[in-house]
């Protein structure tokens, strides 16, 4: 199993949760939420959008609703809890970038930087479900 296919793997996942980590803290910080409301948006869209890319592709090869809906669990669920827990955890120790508005360099760099610091340490733990037939491994089977 290669490095390239766990990145493949982990962009494939970091797209999704950038998706609705983007649109929760939007939504939260427009509205004026506190911290810990806007993050559990954030999540809750992340692993939405993250499990809504999988479960079209997986869809798109002609797998039901019900077992495509699998499929996005097994592969994506430990992917995406890694990323979510990297990337609020920096957002969150980042002085100011939370409370720094939609308005702010701060808030996007701070988020650029959070979606980084996630792919990096996401990657090998994709690498090492892959290699354990597990995660993304699952949804090979399914691509043409």
Known sequence: MSWKMAASATLHCLTGCAIGEVLGMVIGTALGWSNVPTIILAVALAFFFGYLLTLLGVRRAGVSWGQALKVA????????????????????????????????????????????????????????????????AVVHAYHH
């Open 73 to 136: 669990l097994a592969a994506d669920t430990v992917s995406i809890l890694v990323m979510e827990i990297v990337d609020n955890g920096v957002m969150v120790v980042i002085p100011g970038a939370m409370d720094s508005g939609l308005a702010s360099g701060l808030f996007w760099g701070a988020l650029a930087f959070s979606f980084l610091v996630a792919f990096v340490i996401t990657t090998p733990v994709n690498k090492w479900l892959i290699g354990k037939g597990k995660g993304h």
